[in-house]
T-cell receptor, first 112, second 114 residues
Framework: QKEVEQDPGPLSVPEGAIVSLNCTYS??????FMWYRQYSRKGPELLMY????GNKEDGRFTAQVDKSSKYISLFIRDSQPSDSATYLC????????????FGKGTRLHILP | SAVISQKPSRDICQRGTSLTIQCQVD?????MFWYRQQPGQSLTLIAT?????????ESGFVIDKFPISRPNLTFSTLTVSNMSPEDSSIYLC???????????FGSGTQLSVL
């Protein structure tokens, strides 16, 4: 089993819909959870950053962590065509020597 | 946050040649990282560039193939040496935030090796 699993998509949804992006992981030591957005021909951009379990909201974006299920989600409300990008989940353990492990990314298309 | 300038943005190279990628940050940073992003694959850490010391390479990456320089706290280079088509990938420079797991990335270098 890979450390981090993420469905590559592509995921196509109509404008205005709620988008749900997910990752599962196997390492119970992971404590830091991040979502990055990557537009075509650009580097990843940090979107959401959470520590341990729970929810975090920032505008139209909500990050959710369920450590008991080893499952994290990113919800995008009122999706816009400008949200079309690849979304990468990432996570790491508390030890500062631990690497950040990335998912493969989910390609998202918001249809106008 | 940090503004990271990376160049070239893309290049097409011949097999057996070398390419040096430059990364400039707008502020002094302790940790700089080099990642590779292959199609359909997750971001893979190549090495951590430390100012004033040798870079630390991850398993599967060696200094002879990917020499790194870090002459000061705002600049680093990654060289992809003796290239083969398998080196075709996006290479990304990244910096970390002290005391945090947050990373900031440059725009990447799209490398194609013929």
């Amino acid at each position: 089993q890979k450390e981090v699993e993420q469905d590559p998509g592509p995921l196509s949804v109509p404008e205005g819909a709620i988008v749900s992006l997910n990752c599962t992981y196997s390492n119970s030591a992971f404590q830091y959870f991040m979502w990055y957005r990557q537009y075509s021909r650009k580097g990843p951009e940090l979107l959401m950053y959470t520590y341990s379990s729970g929810n975090k909201e920032d505008g139209r974006f909500t990050a959710q962590v369920d450590k008991s299920s080893k499952y994290i989600s990113l919800f995008i409300r009122d999706s816009q065509p400008s949200d079309s990008a690849t979304y990468l989940c990432a996570m790491s353990a508390m030890n500062r020597d631990d690497k950040i492990i990335f998912g493969k990314g989910t390609r998202l298309h918001i249809l106008p | 946050s940090a503004v990271i300038s990376q160049k070239p943005s893309r290049d097409i190279c011949q097999r057996g040649t070398s390419l040096t990628i430059q990364c400039q940050v707008d502020s002094q940073v302790t940790m700089m990282f080099w990642y590779r992003q292959q199609p359909g694959q997750s971001l893979t850490l190549i090495a951590t560039a430390n100012q004033g010391s040798e870079a630390t390479y991850e398993s599967g990456f060696v200094i002879d193939k990917f020499p790194i320089s870090r002459p000061n706290l705002t600049f680093s280079t990654l060289t992809v040496s003796n290239m083969s088509p398998e080196d075709s990938s996006i290479y990304l420079c990244s910096v970390g935030v002290t005391g945090s797991e947050k990373l900031f990335f440059g725009s990447g270098t799209q490398l194609s090796v013929l």
